[in-house]
C-alpha cells in the first residue's frame, strides 16, 4: 500500500479531496487518470486555459479532474460529454497533442455488498454498523485504485483532438416570456418573440400556411468578427466599404466548407438581434420619404435575416477571411451560400422609388 499512502499525503490528492468533500473511488480513478494524461502529454507549468479536458461522465472523478487540470465550465475549456463512461480526453493547446484514458472493462469489478450498502445510505435506512461496514469497503476500492497499475487499470491512446475556441463572452437578451436575461446564441424565435431554452420547449410548430402564426428553429452555425462594436461604427454597405473580418464557424459545420476555397465571393445570411422588429415601414438614405420595409434593405424588419456579399480572401480552418462586412462584431451566422454572377447578377432590376445622387 505504499503507492497509494504516497498519493493521499500528497498535496495535489489533498486539494482534490478538499474539493470533492471526501475520498472516494471515484475521485481516485479521476485523480490518477489526469495525472497519467499530464505526464503523457509532459505538462509543465499549467497556464490559464493551456489545457482542455472532455470527460464522459458526471461522477466524482470529474472533480479531481477540474482540481489538476484546471479545466473547468466557466473557462470553456471543460466539456462534458454525456456518454456514462468513465473517460478523459486531454488536449494540450500549446503543442496540439492530446490523449485519452479510459477506465478498462473488469478493472475494478462491481461489489454487490458494496452497492447494497450505498443503496442503504442513500435512502437512510442503514444502520451504524453497516455505515461503518461501507466506509471500510469504500476506502479499500479506493486504495485499490490508487496502487493498481496504470496499464491495468487503463486504456490509454494518443488521439486527434479539435480544440474549442477560447471562452469567449456572448451578449444577453431578455427572452420575451420569462424576462431573464439569455445568451443570444441560446435564444430561438417563436410567436412571443425570441424565448429561452426553459420556455421554448414544446412551442414549436411545423410550418403551414394559415392564419395562425407559423415557427421554426434555426440554429445559428457561427459568427461573423468585424471590427465594429457599435451600431453607428456599421456602414450602410459592406461591399462599397470594403472593410475585413472573420467568419467564424462551429466545429460540427467544418465540413460543409468542402469546395468553398474554390469561390471567390459568397453571400452570408445572418441574424441582426438588436433590430426593431415591429418597423414595418421606414425612411433610408436616399431621401425623405417612407417606404414599406420590405421595399429596403433596413435591418429593421419582422424576421431580420441579413444578407452581406462578400469576397472570400482565405480560408483557415473554420475561419473564413472576407471582404465586404457590414455588420456588428459577434452577429450570428445563418447560412453560408456561393455567389454566382451567372445566376444572381441581374443587371436590369431596379428599384423605382431609388434616388441616384
Same mark, same amino acid.
Given at each position: 500500500?505504499?503507492?497509494? &499512502?504516497?498519493?493521499?499525503?500528497?498535496?495535489?490528492?489533498?486539494?482534490?479531496?478538499?474539493?470533492?468533500?471526501?475520498?472516494?473511488?471515484?475521485?481516485?480513478?479521476?485523480?490518477?487518470?489526469?495525472? @497519467?494524461?499530464?505526464?503523457?502529454?509532459?505538462?509543465?507549468?499549467?497556464?490559464?486555459? %493551456? +489545457?482542455?479536458?472532455?470527460?464522459?461522465?458526471?461522477?466524482?472523478?470529474?472533480?479531481?479532474?477540474?482540481?489538476?487540470?484546471?479545466?473547468? =465550465?466557466? &473557462?470553456?475549456?471543460?466539456?462534458?460529454? $454525456?456518454?456514462?463512461?468513465?473517460?478523459?480526453?486531454?488536449?494540450?493547446?500549446?503543442?496540439? %497533442?492530446?490523449?485519452?484514458?479510459? @477506465?478498462?472493462?473488469?478493472? @475494478?469489478?462491481?461489489?454487490?455488498?458494496?452497492?447494497?450498502?450505498?443503496?442503504?445510505?442513500?435512502?437512510?435506512?442503514?444502520?451504524?454498523?453497516?455505515?461503518? /461496514?461501507?466506509?471500510?469497503?469504500?476506502?479499500?476500492?479506493?486504495?485499490?485504485?490508487?496502487?493498481?497499475?496504470?496499464?491495468?487499470? =487503463?486504456?490509454?491512446?494518443?488521439?486527434?483532438?479539435? =480544440?474549442?475556441?477560447?471562452? /469567449?463572452?456572448?451578449?444577453?437578451?431578455?427572452?420575451?416570456?420569462?424576462?431573464?436575461?439569455?445568451?443570444?446564441?441560446?435564444?430561438?424565435?417563436?410567436?412571443?418573440?425570441?424565448?429561452?431554452?426553459?420556455?421554448?420547449?414544446?412551442?414549436? &410548430?411545423? !410550418?403551414?400556411?394559415?392564419?395562425?402564426?407559423?415557427?421554426?428553429?434555426?440554429?445559428? #452555425?457561427?459568427?461573423?468578427?468585424?471590427? =465594429?462594436?457599435?451600431? $453607428?461604427?456599421?456602414?450602410?454597405?459592406? /461591399?462599397?466599404?470594403?472593410?475585413?473580418?472573420?467568419?467564424?464557424? $462551429?466545429?460540427?459545420?467544418?465540413?460543409?466548407? &468542402?469546395?468553398?476555397?474554390?469561390?471567390?465571393?459568397?453571400?452570408?445570411?445572418?441574424?441582426?438581434?438588436?433590430?426593431?422588429?415591429?418597423? +414595418?415601414?421606414?425612411?433610408?438614405?436616399?431621401?425623405?420619404?417612407?417606404?414599406?420595409?420590405?421595399?429596403?434593405?433596413?435591418?429593421?424588419?419582422?424576421?431580420?435575416?441579413?444578407?452581406?456579399?462578400?469576397?472570400?480572401?482565405? #480560408?483557415?480552418?473554420?475561419?473564413?477571411?472576407?471582404?465586404?462586412?457590414?455588420?456588428?462584431?459577434?452577429?450570428? +451566422?445563418?447560412?453560408?451560400?456561393?455567389?454566382?454572377?451567372? +445566376?444572381?447578377?441581374? !443587371?436590369?432590376?431596379? #428599384?423605382?422609388?431609388? /434616388?441616384?445622387?
Amino acid at each position: 500500500m505504499a503507492a497509494a &499512502k504516497k498519493i493521499i499525503s500528497s498535496p495535489s490528492f489533498r486539494r482534490c479531496t478538499e474539493f470533492h468533500g471526501h475520498q472516494c473511488p471515484g475521485l481516485a480513478i479521476g485523480y490518477r487518470a489526469a495525472r @497519467l494524461a499530464m505526464d503523457m502529454l509532459d505538462v509543465g507549468q499549467l497556464e490559464d486555459e %493551456k +489545457l482542455v479536458a472532455v470527460v464522459e461522465n458526471d461522477s466524482c472523478a470529474v472533480d479531481a479532474v477540474q482540481v489538476l487540470t484546471c479545466c473547468t =465550465f466557466g &473557462k470553456g475549456n471543460l466539456i462534458f460529454n $454525456d456518454h456514462g463512461k468513465q473517460a478523459l480526453t486531454l488536449g494540450d493547446r500549446g503543442t496540439g %497533442k492530446a490523449v485519452r484514458v479510459v @477506465l478498462r472493462n473488469g478493472a @475494478l469489478p462491481s461489489n454487490l455488498e458494496h452497492q447494497a450498502l450505498f443503496e442503504k445510505i442513500r435512502t437512510g435506512s442503514a444502520s451504524q454498523m453497516e455505515r461503518e /461496514r461501507f466506509q471500510t469497503l469504500h476506502r479499500e476500492r479506493t486504495w485499490k485504485v490508487l496502487e493498481m497499475d496504470v496499464d491495468t487499470l =487503463f486504456r490509454i491512446e494518443r488521439c486527434h483532438f479539435e =480544440f474549442p475556441e477560447k471562452a /469567449r463572452i456572448m451578449l444577453s437578451e431578455p427572452c420575451a416570456l420569462c424576462g431573464e436575461p439569455t445568451m443570444i446564441t441560446r435564444l430561438e424565435e417563436s410567436p412571443n418573440g425570441f424565448l429561452c431554452p426553459a420556455c421554448r420547449k414544446n412551442i414549436v &410548430k411545423s !410550418p403551414s400556411c394559415g392564419s395562425e402564426p407559423r415557427t421554426f428553429a434555426i440554429r445559428s #452555425i457561427g459568427c461573423i468578427r468585424t471590427p =465594429f462594436k457599435s451600431l $453607428d461604427e456599421c456602414p450602410h454597405q459592406g /461591399r462599397l466599404a470594403r472593410v475585413e473580418g472573420d467568419v467564424v464557424l $462551429d466545429d460540427d459545420v467544418i465540413p460543409a466548407l &468542402k469546395d468553398v476555397e474554390e469561390c471567390t465571393h459568397l453571400i452570408l445570411l445572418s441574424f441582426y438581434h438588436l433590430a426593431d422588429r415591429q418597423k +414595418l415601414q421606414t425612411r433610408t438614405p436616399h431621401g425623405p420619404e417612407i417606404h414599406g420595409t420590405f421595399a429596403t434593405r433596413s435591418p429593421h424588419r419582422p424576421n431580420p435575416i441579413a444578407m452581406h456579399a462578400v469576397e472570400l480572401l482565405g #480560408i483557415d480552418g473554420n475561419r473564413l477571411r472576407v471582404r465586404g462586412v457590414d455588420c456588428l462584431n459577434g452577429t450570428l +451566422l445563418i447560412d453560408i451560400k456561393p455567389y454566382s454572377a451567372r +445566376l444572381d447578377a441581374i !443587371p436590369e432590376a431596379i #428599384i423605382g422609388w431609388e /434616388r441616384t445622387t
